[in-house]
């Protein structure tokens, strides 16, 4: 039953005002219209027992849970510099920049930063609105895609580096994103996607999600990317800050520890968001991010966002525009193959291939299990195309200028509103669509009221420790090492190849011993079947006695 129906059922048990059952009357029309339609039997709406308010209410809640996904993303891949270079930096009158301009306050540099931020939030929305549509059109299923947690601080912090420090361009992890998306493509077409996942060791595939959740909760704990509780200590390389003031350069605190306001106010922030998602609010994951973001917009205050400086005065500027449309200029086909092959190059795309079959996988296949799309084989309807989506996607992705496109588990709050076909999906695009006319606002969140969002991505990523046997030490410490490795050396990479190593180091006392039981049970078979074979030769052989008298008788 529809919708509407529901809600007519409710108004004439006397809820609702005359103007309320009206208009529930009006819905249930429109839904009715929608279902004989030719989109409503498209998506198969009557089929699966959906309606088209229902979808829509559907899309908004999903909308509503990712929305930080925008800003979020945005925010970690300019951290890299993006495009930026030296070149980008103002000198002194009649000399040229340093390397180390892009490391220090430089008003070029920080302009180019912002610039290349307003076209990452661009990209982020238009891969996100392409991605969703196009699984709603061609995989109908309620599914959200957009630039995938993980992966984006991989790209940023392991490959590039903060602003460029790593050993490879930004153009140049564009290209590895690229080619990932095709390789990920061709298995999905053959099929070989789900069987690649199972490779990999169970401890050490449930660890990299946990691993991956400490790595992003560290990035938002940190100074330039977050809150600010966390930052560099010469002795014992992190510790608690916050301060009043730090230094620009290192985030070294310059004294006055957990009095920095701008902590406080996203501490505040990051209660809202707890209070939202424990609640099930629907849209608790941007709540707290839209609180922090309107307090810094006010101008001269401890926490404002626009500082009266040239770099503050010309993002106040641009941010009284509110509606604009911004078109990428930097970050759209900068794709580049040169230095591609390099040793860091092949880590990083057998790192984010690993990272996109195992998460991605996981994830539809958990999706379609709360949608009800499982099928007895152990797929779920339209899979196959559901994994060409997401594989194309993380292409076109990656020619706009952002990292991998996965499929998002913040789905399943549209699922719980009901949303059961490719319509919920669609409308998740469109929302995103006009998002792209709002780029003053989502350019001019801080990261104080980011970091909150990052810190609980990474509790949700927690959860599936409880699937790994601690009690089992073969099970265990690899899952143990893979998780410590990737917020401590900063990598992604380190985390899987330090938990599949060990696992297979622990592995092999068992293969050894194996292999021996294997080689003495063969030997003796070996000598079975040889006593056989003489005992059987024994017998057909003639007495030498009875041979002799026969020739002695002639």
């Not at 509110?322 to 078109?327: E, G, N, R, T």
């Not at 092959?341 to 539809?364: P, Q, R």
């Not at 319509?423 to 009221?449: E, H, K, Q």
């Not at 410490?477 to 917020?487: E, N």
């Amino acid at each position: 039953m529809g919708l509407g129906h529901e809600l007519c059922a409710r108004v004439e048990g006397g809820f609702f005002t005359n103007l309320a059952k009206s208009w529930c009357k009006m819905e249930k029309s429109l839904n009715n219209a929608i279902s004989k339609s030719f989109v409503g039997k498209y998506f198969k709406l009557e089929a699966r027992k959906s309606c088209f308010t229902r979808e829509l209410r559907a899309g908004t809640a999903t909308f509503l849970t990712m929305a930080y996904i925008i800003t979020v993303n945005a925010t970690i891949l300019s951290d890299s510099g993006g495009t930026c270079s030296v070149a980008d930096c103002t000198a002194p009158a009649n000399q040229t920049a340093s390397p180390d301009c892009m490391f220090k306050p430089n008003s070029g540099y920080q302009d180019c930063l912002s610039k290349n931020k307003n076209d990452l939030i661009v990209a982020t929305a238009l891969s996100a609105m392409i991605g969703s549509i196009a699984m709603g059109v061609l995989a109908n299923l309620p599914l959200a895609l957009a630039p995938a947690m993980g992966p984006n601080a991989y790209l940023a912090y392991n490959l590039v580096g903060f602003h460029g420090s790593g050993a490879i361009s930004y153009q140049t992890a564009l290209a590895v994103v690229l080619v990932e998306g095709c390789a990920f493509f061709a298995i999905s077409a053959i099929g070989l996607r789900a069987k690649l996942a199972k490779l990999i060791p169970r401890p050490v595939r449930l660890a990299c999600a946990a691993g991956i959740g400490l790595f992003i909760a560290f990035v938002g704990l940190q100074v330039h990317q977050g809150v600010g509780l966390v930052g560099p200590d010469s002795s014992t390389l992190v510790t608690i800050t916050a301060c009043a003031s730090t230094n620009p350069e290192t985030g070294e605190c310059m004294g006055g520890k957990l009095q920095g306001p701008k902590f406080w106010l996203g501490l505040v922030g990051f209660i809202i968001t707890s209070y939202g998602l424990m609640k099930d609010i629907k849209g608790g994951m941007i709540y707290g991010i839209v609180f922090v973001t309107m307090i810094s917009w006010f101008r001269g205050t401890s926490v404002t966002n626009f500082p009266n400086t040239p770099l503050g005065e010309n993002n106040y500027k641009y941010f009284k525009k509110v509606v604009d449309f911004h078109m990428i200029k930097s970050t759209a086909g900068a794709v580049s193959f040169n230095n591609f092959n390099t040793s860091e190059v092949w880590v990083a795309l057998a790192t984010l291939f690993y990272v996109d079959v195992l998460a991605t996988t996981g994830t539809m296949h958990t999706m379609a299990e709360i949608g009800g799309f499982g099928n007895d084989e152990g797929g779920f309807e339209g899979e196959y195309l559901a994994y060409l989506v997401d594989a194309g996607s993380t292409v076109v992705g990656s020619t706009l200028g952002v990292s991998s496109i996965a499929t998002y588990v913040e789905s399943s709050a549209g699922m719980r509103e009901g949303g059961r076909t490719g319509l919920t999906a669609v409308i998740i695009g469109l929302y995103f669509f006009i998002s792209l006319f709002f780029i003053p606002l989502f350019s001019s969140v801080p990261p104080w009221a980011l970091g909150p969002s990052l810190v609980m991505v990474g509790v949700m990523m927690m959860k599936v420790v409880n699937e790994i046997n601690w009690s089992n030490m073969k099970e265990a410490i690899p899952a143990f090492v893979t998780i410590l490795l990737m917020p401590l050396t900063y990598s992604i990479s380190n985390g899987i190849i330090g938990g599949i190593g060990l696992y297979m180091a622990l592995s092999l006392y068992d293969f050894v011993m194996g292999s021996i039981r294997w080689l003495i049970k063969m030997r003796r078979r070996v000598i079975q079947e040889q006593n056989q074979v003489s005992h059987a030769t024994a017998g057909h052989h003639a007495d030498p006695t009875s041979i002799h008298d026969q020739i002695t008788h002639v």
